[in-house]
Structure formats: structure tokens, C-alpha cells
């Protein structure tokens, strides 16, 4: 169902875009990429310049390399499109620092304690924060989510639907259902 309809009359002004893939590599690991950019329906005067209209005025990447318990093994960012160019940019490299993380143990927490304030750049901050869960819709495409071996579906306890305790989980997963929630 898509969203109501405005209630009010209104003139698009910006286009956010985020996309991410995921790619299993012939390692044995697997890339994650994501890449932000902000586009203007208008010509946009900035201090440093006039962009046009359909210009970008961010254009930035993010990839980690990851392997199976979803440490962070590699990472590298860049930014093509940026307000200020040969600033913004300086601190692309200090993205290496999520090397040695992991994707589900902490990593939001950590990116923020790493980069929060002016020791990173907002956007590529925002853009990191998705990774974990493009890594995990990337880890679904090679794993049947009704894979009976033993261990927890990874899916499970990610998310209200699939909390263990859930109808859905007693419905779809039943060897992993908890029973009823108490209180």
C-alpha cells in the first residue's frame, strides 16, 4: 500500500538516493557497497559554487569486505560529488577504521563513538549505518531462510516480526518458537 496522497499542493526541491549491493566474492568473503547522493530539482548556489540543477551535490561510496561472521575485513570510501571539494573529502580515508568490526555485535554504537561530530563526514556516517542490514538481505540470497540445520535462522530475534516469541516464528519457524511472551 503505497503512502496517502499529499494534503497539500507541493514542489519536489531535493532527491536523496541511497543504494547498496552485495557481492560474494571468489574468497570466499563478501562486499557490501553502498553509495549516497543528493540531487537538486533547482540550481543550487553554495558557497563554493553554483551546482546545477540535476547535478549532484554528493555523490559518496562505502565498501567493506566482511566474511561469514560478519567482521569487517576491508573498508573504503570515497567522494566524488561534495560541496566543498578538497575538504569534504579528507576524510574519506579515515573510514578504514571500521576494519576489525563486526556488522552485528555493536557496530552502530561503535561508528557512531568513531566518527560522531567533526571526526567524520555526516553523510558517509549515515550511509555506513545501513551496512548491517544490506549484509544481511546479502547473506539471504545464499542461505534458504528455512535451512534446518541446527542452528537459529539469523533472521530470527532481528526484528518485531521475527521475534522468537512471535506468531510469525511459531507459524514459519516452529522448532524455534519460545512460547507466548510473558508480561
Not at 553502498?34 to 551546482?51: C, E, Q
Not at 538481505?137 to 535451512?147: E, G, H, I, K, W
Request: proline share 7%; with cysteine.
Amino acid at each position: 500500500m503505497p503512502l496517502p496522497p499529499p494534503t497539500a499542493r507541493r514542489t519536489r526541491m531535493h532527491v536523496r538516493s541511497v543504494e547498496l549491493g552485495g557481492y560474494k566474492r571468489g574468497d570466499g568473503c563478501w562486499d557490501i557497497e553502498a553509495r549516497l547522493t543528493d540531487v537538486k530539482d533547482h540550481d543550487y548556489p553554495l558557497s563554493s559554487g553554483m551546482r546545477q540543477r540535476g547535478e549532484p551535490v554528493h555523490d559518496m561510496w562505502v565498501r567493506v569486505t566482511i566474511d561469514h561472521q560478519m567482521n569487517v575485513l576491508d573498508a573504503v570510501a570515497c567522494t566524488d560529488a561534495m560541496p566543498y571539494v578538497g575538504y569534504c573529502d579528507r576524510i574519506t580515508p579515515d573510514y578504514s577504521r571500521l576494519v576489525g568490526l563486526n556488522l552485528f555485535h555493536g557496530f552502530r554504537t561503535a561508528v557512531k563513538n568513531l566518527f560522531r561530530s567533526t571526526h567524520g563526514c555526516s553523510h558517509l556516517s549515515e550511509l555506513v549505518m545501513f551496512l548491517p542490514t544490506a549484509a544481511l538481505q546479502t547473506f539471504a540470497s545464499d542461505v534458504p531462510d528455512n535451512d534446518d540445520s541446527g542452528h537459529k535462522p539469523y533472521q530470527l530475534d532481528r526484528c518485531h516480526a521475527l521475534e522468537s516469541h512471535s506468531d510469525a516464528v511459531q507459524r514459519y519457524y516452529p522448532r524455534w518458537y519460545r512460547g507466548q511472551k510473558l508480561g
